[in-house]
């Protein structure tokens, strides 16, 4: 029996381990489907993209999409010690000021706003510049900004966005985030350092946290209103885990599911899946949306490509969609230039070393979907439906995205290194064109969040403590909760509001 039982030691679950444990007095337990990483490749950068349909990896994938000309898009997420840090791509980016603003009006509550996550942001990183009012200079997770190991046809790709007026900003987490910078990577020595490294692992030893692997919950256990513990399947037999406090710390994907097979969700979509209703919860599962980029703009190279040294994609570059050489504000679109050349599926592939792309996409989509459980069992697959391009707004914005990476892909700072562009191609030209185009070419950055939304509203999932709405002992801690998505990838405001949640949770005793 724990004070505290975490679900999955993921992203968010490391950094609870982490400052939960530091409190002596709580018994602190974590509960991990997958094992510790046994794959070499996790922890080399230029692997990420071939670790996805391991055995890791819980390989879930999307409805066929219309807003994608019907396709069907697998969504990794990492099933081990570190969750889906294990593999993801190591892009650290807090997002812009302004992105945390509907966070504190959604709650009501100061703590989501941006100054209230800085201090977690500052906790969390060892940032490579040093400390700083911005930054931290000594926390477990190093934040490494590179610098002479960029890719030279990424350093083209920078000059040519500052030769178009682009500002030159440096770095993506030290205030303004429109403009050129190189990509801060959590990498140390070469090697990935997943959250796991960074928070989980090191404290082990402490007497007072225990880490389980190879359990899966499968629901919660109830007395009335009040959570007490779950029930799970280690080696497929039950298991049942009691606590004073569960955490679901499971993603985007799976505590959702979690609540939903628990008897909390969309009354409808319980019955349908054969599970009696606890709590009838519609936003369980709503407010699902990610980032896409249209994989891409793709160039045949004048010379060899050299292979990235660090992960591919070592620049992303983000834009007012109106005026690139604005500053201020958050971005609306995004670019990011990649040593290898990525297509989508549709696409006629380039060879490594031939190629590069000039990924694009939009920053704060208003696409809005939903995830649900199409039955009881532990394996019965999510019906997820992400509802890509299905606003005005994101297909507008996702044909300028391309607009402006052709133009940078066009600029002569890149004349070294373009031969020709492949894709679209140079015949295709317009809005139908271009919008039909970004609708087959556009695949996940892996972002999924706002499934367990948080809220002082009375269809939010979570409130302002990310305790879940109508029942007690129970709370959700990962990137479910957040109500809207960040400008940039979404891991360092993941583990933010883990850090932010635990400060809190421990104050309150
Ligand atoms: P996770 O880290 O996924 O953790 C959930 C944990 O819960 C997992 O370990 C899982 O196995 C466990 N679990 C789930 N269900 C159960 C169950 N029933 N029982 C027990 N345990 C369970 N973000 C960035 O900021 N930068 C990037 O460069 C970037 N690239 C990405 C690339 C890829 C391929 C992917 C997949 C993601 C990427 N992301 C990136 C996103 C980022 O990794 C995630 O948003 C973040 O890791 C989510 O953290 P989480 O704690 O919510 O979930």
Not at 58 to 78: D, F, M, N
Not at 231 to 237: H, K, L, P, S, T
Not at 351 to 363: A, E, N, P, R
Request: proline share 8%; net charge negative.
């Amino acid at each position: 029996s724990f004070d505290v039982l975490i679900v999955g030691a993921g992203s968010a679950g490391s950094v609870l381990a982490w400052r939960l444990s530091e409190e002596p007095g709580l018994r602190v337990g974590v509960l991990e489907a997958g094992g510790h990483p046994d794959d070499p490749d996790i922890a080399i950068p230029q692997k990420w993209p071939v670790l996805q349909d391991r055995p890791y990896d819980w390989a879930y994938r999307t409805l066929p999409q219309a807003g994608t000309a019907g396709r069907v898009h697998p969504w990794p997420r990492g099933r081990l010690v570190g969750g889906s840090s294990c593999i993801h791509a190591m892009a650290h980016v807090r997002g812009h000021a302004d992105d945390f603003a509907p966070w504190a009006e959604a709650t009501g509550s100061d703590a989501w706003s941006h100054a209230g996550l800085l201090p977690s942001f500052r906790r969390i990183e060892a940032f490579s510049g040093g400390a700083s009012a911005q930054h931290g200079g000594d926390g477990p997770l190093p934040v490494w900004l590179p610098d002479a190991e960029l890719a030279p046809v990424v350093r083209a790709y920078m000059a040519a966005g500052l030769a178009r007026g682009v500002p030159h900003i440096g770095e993506h987490n030290g205030g303004p985030l429109k403009g050129v910078a190189a990509n801060s990577l959590t990498i140390r020595d070469g090697r990935r350092v997943s959250a796991a490294d960074a928070f989980l692992v090191p404290v082990l030893g402490r007497p007072n946290l225990t880490l389980v692997t190879g359990v899966r919950v499968h629901r919660l256990a109830f007395d009335g209103d009040r959570v007490t513990g779950v029930e799970a399947e280690v080696d497929g037999r039950p298991a049942r885990f009691s606590a004073g406090t569960v955490l679901l710390a499971a993603g985007a994907v799976a505590s959702p599911l979690l609540l939903m097979r628990s008897g909390v969700g969309p009354a409808a979509d319980l019955s349908r899946a054969g599970i009696p209703v606890r709590l009838d919860r519609a936003g369980v599962g709503d407010n699902l949306h990610d980032h896409m980029l249209t994989a891409g703009n793709v160039y045949r190279a004048r010379r060899p490509v050299p292979p990235s040294r660090l992960q591919h994609s070592e620049s992303l570059m983000y834009l007012d969609a109106d005026d690139p050489t604005r500053a201020d504000g958050a971005p609306s679109v995004v670019l990011g230039c990649v040593a290898a050349p990525t297509t989508s599926e549709r696409l006629a592939p380039v060879d490594y070393g031939t190629g590069f792309t000039i990924l694009s996409g939009v920053t704060h989509p208003t696409s809005r979907g939903r995830l649900t459980v199409t039955g009881p069992g532990l394996d019965d697959a999510p019906s997820i439906d992400p509802a890509y391009f299905t606003t005005d707004h994101d297909r507008e914005l996702g044909v300028r995205a391309l607009e402006l990476a052709r133009e940078i892909g066009a600029a002569p700072e890149l004349a070294d290194w373009r031969a020709e562009e492949i894709h679209p191609g140079p015949a295709v030209r317009g809005r139908a064109a271009l919008a039909a185009f970004v609708a087959e070419a556009s695949i996940t950055h892996h972002h999924p969040v706002g499934t367990c939304r948080m809220g002082a509203d009375a269809d939010a999932v979570v409130d302002a403590r990310l305790k879940v709405n109508g029942l007690d002992g129970l709370h959700v801690v990962d990137a479910s909760v957040i109500p809207s998505i960040t400008s940039g990838p979404v891991h360092a405001a993941v583990l933010a509001i883990a850090d932010r949640f635990a400060g809190d949770f421990l104050a309150a005793g």
